[in-house]
Structures are given as C-alpha cells and as structure tokens.
C-alpha cells in the first residue's frame, strides 16, 4: 500500500486549484482523475464568465467566495498571460415589472461589496448597445470572459511545480477511514489501493457517489445531487453587441438565457435549464424556438436562422426542481466527523470565478 499525504479526488477547476494551494502550503499531493484529461465537465462546460459577486445571497459562501475569488483571479491572469477581458455587463429589464428584480440585485451587490453597479436608462443602454432593448440596465463594469482552459492548464501546472501529481483514468470506487489514515480503492476494489492522510472530495458531478463510497459514512452528511443541464446555441456571424447582456433574472434561482462573447468576440446564448437523470451533453435543435423567444425580448433583431447549437452543460446541485438555489456545501471533519475528508457538493456557478479563494479555503480547511 503506497501512503501519500494528501489526495484530491477530481481535476476540474475547483479541484485543480485546491490541489495548487495545498501543494504550495508544503502538503504533497496526489490528483486522481477518472477522465482522460482535466476539466471535461462542468469546469469547461459553462460561460466562461468572470463574475462580480452581485447575484448571491448576502453572507452566503458563494458571495464571499466569488467577490473574493474575483479579485484574485484578475490578478492572476494579468500575471500569467491567461486570456481575459474585463468586457462588462449589462442586466436588462425589459418591463417596468421586472425593475424590482434589478433592484434586488444591486442591494445584493452592495451587501457582497459590490459598489460599481451603474443604473442607465433604457436610452443610455440602446447608445452603448444600439441592437439593445430594454427600459432600465444595470451595469457591472468588473464582469468579464476567460479561456477557462488556460487557467486550468496554469492551476495544474503550478501544482505540479510544487510537487503535486495527477493520475488520469483513476476512478475512485471505495474509501475506508483507518487509525493510519484513509484507504481508497481505485479502478475497483481488488486494484490499487492508496492511503492518505487528507481527502478532498471535488468530484464535481459524482461527489455524492464518492462520499457514498466512504465506509460508515453517515449519510445525513451527503445532499441530494440532482442534475441540472444547460445548453447553449451561438450565433454565426458578428456579435449583436460589445459586453455581456443578462435579461432580469426569473424566480428561481436561474439568471436566465443570457448573451455573453468568446474571447475571439463571437456570440453565444444560454444556458436554459432542464433536469435530467444522465449525464448526456446532446443539444436538441428543437431548443431553438424557445431559446429565440427568450432572446428576443432583449434582442428584437434577432435572426433565429443564425443560431445554431453550440454545446451543453451540467451543474451539479444540491436544489431540485422548485426549490431555491442553494449555497456551496464544503464540509469537513467538525462537520460529519470523519477525520481527514472534506468534501465539496453543489458546486456550481460562481465556481469558476470563485476557485482561487476556494482553493485557499479548502486547504486551510484541511490543514
């Protein structure tokens, strides 16, 4: 049996970067990855946006962590070269009934530390967004794009400089808690088995079924996971507008089918929202019409022939159908009581934005 101090369970974004601030905390760290490569899920299938940490409850972890995360991650890609552009947004309400909406936003802004949030009228809007409809705008300045894949390239790569390690095709099938530490059985329960002292649980989209895994685990401490697929259609030819456009929000906790660009400046819309049981990334053509209807009440002009499928995503959350959206859930050993496993449920938007602080959280947390 090999003992390593520390293991990370999943190479997406969250995991990658919890992976890098523990190996740069002196701790040694070994990556396991059931995929072929880091990222193929939600980490890269999402909108790549940088987001300023005005739409999450007051207080709430993803708050703290995504205005905190922000920050951090603009600092970081203007010293490692990685692709961004602080392009802006606009958040739209395109009635006079969906201003409270907007409203409800900027008050969270400001509870979040968020001061920036310009209010234009629809005029001041259709000037900076001519193809624009709308009565009021928010606008959030600090919001923006990323080559999520170059950031994720960068995380793993530091990791790596402070030691770290990745196994690929590692799927973890069991974990034990023992007096030495914590056995984990990969590729089956006859295959390698590894201990470690420390157990950081990001498996994204299985994190439910890892900590299933783990023996006596006491199952009050594992949320319901339920999958939550969002697809995205783009738009051949050049971008209706030069910033991001969010339509206000509808209840529920979904921010709606949005516009946001590529790095390149093309035009992508999405992402909607359906409940499914499997994990399957198919676009249906079909989710045109709908995704058309919903643009065009901030886009008029739209031209549905240029929208084409582009790909799909799916968010691993801890809310179901008609409940509201729920924060991050990273428990611990003072937590669930298991000593040296932490692990990480819903973690979702503002994931991406947030992975630099929660990087530095989980580590502190399993020191």
Same mark, same amino acid.
């Given at each position: 049996?090999?003992?390593?101090?520390?293991? =990370?369970?999943?190479?997406?974004?969250?995991?990658?970067?919890?992976?890098?601030?523990?190996?740069?905390?002196?701790?040694?760290?070994?990556?396991?990855?059931? &995929?072929? *490569?880091?990222?193929?899920?939600?980490?890269?299938?999402?909108? &790549?946006?940088?987001? $300023?940490?005005?739409? @999450?409850?007051?207080?709430?972890?993803?708050?703290?962590?995504?205005?905190?995360?922000?920050?951090?991650? @603009?600092? /970081?890609?203007?010293?490692?070269?990685?692709?961004?552009?602080?392009?802006?947004?606009?958040?739209? +309400?395109?009635?006079?009934?969906?201003?409270? +909406?907007?409203?409800?936003?900027?008050?969270? +802004?400001?509870?979040?530390?968020?001061?920036?949030?310009?209010?234009?009228?629809?005029?001041?809007?259709?000037?900076?967004?001519?193809?624009?409809?709308?009565?009021?705008?928010?606008?959030? !300045?600090?919001?923006?794009?990323?080559?999520? *894949?170059?950031?994720?390239?960068?995380?793993?790569?530091?990791?790596?400089?402070?030691?770290?390690?990745?196994?690929?095709?590692?799927?973890?099938?069991?974990?034990?808690?023992?007096?030495?530490?914590?056995?984990?059985?990969?590729?089956?329960?006859?295959?390698?088995?590894?201990?470690?002292?420390?157990? =950081?649980?990001?498996?994204?989209?299985?994190?439910?079924?890892?900590?299933?895994?783990?023996?006596?685990?006491?199952?009050?401490?594992?949320?319901?996971?339920?999958?939550?697929?969002?697809?995205?259609?783009?738009?051949?030819?050049?971008?209706?507008?030069?910033?991001?456009?969010?339509?206000?929000? !509808?209840?529920?906790?979904?921010?709606?089918? *949005?516009?946001?660009?590529?790095?390149?400046?093309? $035009?992508?819309?999405?992402?909607?929202?359906?409940? =499914?049981?499997?994990?399957? @990334?198919?676009?249906?053509?079909?989710?045109?019409?709908?995704?058309?209807?919903?643009?065009?009440?901030?886009?008029?002009?739209?031209?549905?022939?240029?929208? /084409?499928?582009?790909? $799909?995503?799916?968010?691993?959350?801890?809310?179901?159908?008609?409940? +509201?959206?729920?924060?991050?859930?990273?428990?611990?050993?003072?937590?669930?009581?298991?000593?040296?496993? =932490?692990?990480?449920?819903?973690?979702?938007?503002?994931?991406?934005?947030?992975?630099?602080?929660?990087?530095?959280?989980?580590?502190?947390?399993?020191?």
């Amino acid at each position: 049996m090999n003992d390593v101090d520390c293991i =990370v369970v999943g190479a997406g974004v969250i995991g990658l970067a919890a992976a890098r601030s523990l190996a740069r905390g002196g701790r040694e760290v070994i990556i396991l990855e059931c &995929e072929r *490569h880091f990222g193929m899920h939600t980490s890269s299938r999402n909108s &790549e946006v940088i987001h $300023a940490g005005i739409h @999450y409850e007051p207080h709430s972890l993803k708050a703290r962590m995504c205005v905190a995360g922000r920050d951090l991650l @603009y600092g /970081y890609c203007a010293e490692r070269g990685i692709s961004h552009r602080r392009c802006g947004k606009f958040t739209v +309400a395109t009635t006079e009934t969906q201003l409270a +909406a907007l409203e409800k936003i900027e008050a969270n +802004a400001r509870a979040n530390g968020v001061f920036d949030l310009e209010w234009l009228e629809g005029s001041e809007a259709r000037r900076a967004e001519p193809e624009l409809e709308c009565v009021r705008a928010l606008s959030s !300045p600090s919001t923006g794009i990323i080559d999520s *894949h170059s950031f994720m390239q960068s995380l793993l790569a530091d990791a790596e400089a402070n030691g770290a390690n990745i196994a690929y095709g590692a799927k973890v099938t069991s974990l034990r808690a023992t007096g030495g530490g914590i056995e984990i059985a990969i590729n089956g329960e006859s295959a390698a088995v590894v201990r470690a002292r420390t157990v =950081v649980n990001s498996a994204g989209l299985q994190a439910d079924r890892v900590a299933a895994s783990i023996r006596d685990f006491p199952a009050q401490f594992i949320p319901k996971v339920s999958f939550a697929k969002g697809s995205y259609f783009a738009l051949s030819g050049a971008s209706p507008f030069s910033r991001l456009v969010y339509p206000a929000p !509808p209840p529920g906790g979904h921010l709606g089918i *949005h516009m946001t660009l590529d790095l390149g400046g093309a $035009a992508r819309f999405g992402p909607d929202s359906e409940w =499914v049981q499997s994990l399957n @990334y198919a676009v249906d053509p079909q989710r045109r019409v709908l995704f058309a209807e919903a643009i065009r009440q901030y886009w008029p002009g739209l031209p549905e022939a240029k929208l /084409y499928p582009a790909y $799909a995503g799916i968010r691993p959350r801890i809310s179901g159908p008609g409940e +509201a959206a729920r924060d991050f859930c990273i428990s611990g050993p003072e937590d669930h009581g298991v000593a040296g496993v =932490v692990n990480l449920f819903g973690m979702e938007s503002p994931g991406l934005t947030a992975s630099l602080a929660l990087g530095e959280y989980i580590a502190a947390m399993a020191d």
